[in-house]
């Protein structure tokens, strides 16, 4: 599927309604029109976005069961918000949206963001494998608190990272709700492949890899060696997402909302050296015609993963 590489590519591939339209048909049907309700294959076609169903009568646009259902915004506004999305290395706040799109609502800009993070939790999830480090951190407030507990207004986060010869490779985050052995080994199963290397502190919790299908390697600071940091890149990566957090998204965090934040970021994270923006858009449109789409009211209320 072609994609655009450029602003300016992008620019004159999606200028009219209708080369969106037709950008959506050719992803959502690359083979032809197929009817969501009874499966078949021949349509008339009514209008240039709209297909009846010969064999069940329904009719369908394009938009019908994507993230673009009912909306009153036209695709083009959609199209620009997701370049604007996937062309901004670190992301973009729910005001900044706003203003770039000309949004008139915080509420609609803040909505989208949520809407675009479910679009990324859904692609790459293959398990990360190899040599792993992991460990919790606290995430979201401004000083640092006691491990295995939940200081105020913070979260308590496990991070994963692949490490090959020195750099790192691609990193899973997640919402753990303590440091107890359940929590970091149900993490660990979700995350990383069996027979993986997996490399921790000498924290507890992390006993039980030795009775898994996993290789337990654990770090400690010596005597002797005193500097030497422990799991050097997993707190890289955790020192990274604190200040991502806080200049990306700064007081608009939402506690309850944290897993989202953390699914972009490891979107964007895993994605760092892909050289095209345009790719990352596309990946973005095709998630989008096949995810369902959510309303204001089911983001507020629901949890993450429900
Ligand atoms: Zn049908």
Not at 13 to 23: A, K, L, S, V
Not at 215 to 232: R, Y
Request: aromatic share 10%; hydrophobic share 35%; net charge positive.
């Amino acid at each position: 599927m072609y994609y655009p590489k450029n602003e300016i590519e992008f620019n004159e591939m999606f200028n009219t309604e209708q080369n969106c339209i037709d950008y959506l048909i050719a992803i959502r049907w690359p083979q032809g029109f197929e009817c969501p309700i009874c499966g078949s294959i021949r349509y008339w076609k009514k209008s240039k976005n709209r297909f009846e169903c010969i064999d069940c009568h329904r009719e369908t646009t394009v938009t019908n069961g994507t993230i673009f259902h009912k909306s009153t915004k036209p695709l083009m506004v959609w199209f620009q918000a997701i370049w604007w999305i996937a062309a901004q290395k670190n992301g973009v706040s729910a005001k900044g949206l706003m203003k770039i799109l000309g949004l008139g609502s915080y509420k609609t800009s803040w909505t989208w963001l949520h809407k675009f993070r479910r679009l990324m939790v859904l692609s790459g999830r293959a398990k990360l494998q190899g040599d792993v480090e992991v460990d919790e951190v606290l995430v979201g407030g401004k000083v640092s608190g006691k491990r295995g507990r939940g200081a105020e207004g913070k979260s308590l986060v496990a991070v994963a990272v692949e490490v090959k010869g020195g750099k790192t490779g691609r990193v899973r985050i997640s919402k753990i709700s303590d440091a107890s052995s359940k929590s970091l080994i149900g993490f660990i199963e979700k995350n990383i492949e069996n027979s993986s290397t997996i490399i921790t502190d000498e924290w507890s919790g992390y006993n039980k890899l030795k009775e898994m299908d996993y290789t337990h390697k654990t770090e400690k600071a010596t005597a002797i060696d005193e500097d030497k940091e422990v799991l050097p890149n997993v707190h890289r990566i955790a020192s990274l997402l604190k200040r991502w957090l806080l200049g990306t998204h700064q007081s608009y965090l939402n506690k309850n909302k944290m897993e989202y934040y953390l699914d972009e970021y490891v979107f964007r994270y895993n994605r760092r050296t892909s050289k095209s923006r345009g790719l990352l858009f596309l990946r973005l449109i095709e998630q989008a015609a096949k995810t369902t789409p959510v309303t204001y009211k089911e983001i507020i209320s629901q949890n993450h993963g429900s």
